[in-house]
């Protein structure tokens, strides 16, 4: 199984980053699809979630209104759309995966992923 992370970038307060990861090795009906992020100094934290079959989406209280997961099954992606970047997103971030169906007291609990991407920069100037 492998997750591939990639879209990150530099880009100014504001602006706007979609970050891919694509999956191999295993379906889009896994269970559930993470994004992390690591910034430096700082414990990894999760950002949003999507339970890859039914599309049920969870995120952090700083993401929502700005952030938007979403998958293609035929490609084996999900997306992270990130709008109205702020410079404290600024962080490595990291897709997970696990085969379980999480719910809103589990999915930000990174003991529960099997499987990690090598993770993305982003990085917001303000």
């Known amino acids: 199984v492998q997750l591939q992370a990639s879209g990150g970038g530099l880009v100014q307060t504001g602006g706007s980053l979609r970050l891919s990861c694509v999956v191999s090795?295993?379906?889009?009906?896994?269970?559930?699809i993470t994004w992390f992020r690591q910034a430096p100094g700082k414990e990894r934290e999760a950002v949003s979630c999507?339970?890859?079959?039914?599309?049920?989406?969870y995120y952090r209280q700083s993401a929502k209104g700005r952030f938007t997961i979403s998958r293609d099954n035929a490609k084996l992606t999900v997306y992270l759309q990130m709008n109205s970047l702020k410079p404290e997103d600024t962080a490595v971030y990291y897709c997970?995966?696990?085969?379980?169906?999480?719910?809103?007291?589990?999915?930000?609990?990174?003991?529960?992923?099997?499987?990690w991407g090598q993770g993305t920069q982003v990085t917001v100037s303000s």
């Open positions: 997970a995966a696990t085969r379980q169906n999480v719910i809103s007291s589990s999915w930000h609990d990174r003991t529960n992923y099997d499987h």
């Open positions: 999507i339970r890859t079959r039914s599309g049920v989406t």
């Open positions: 090795g295993l379906t889009l009906d896994y269970g559930s």
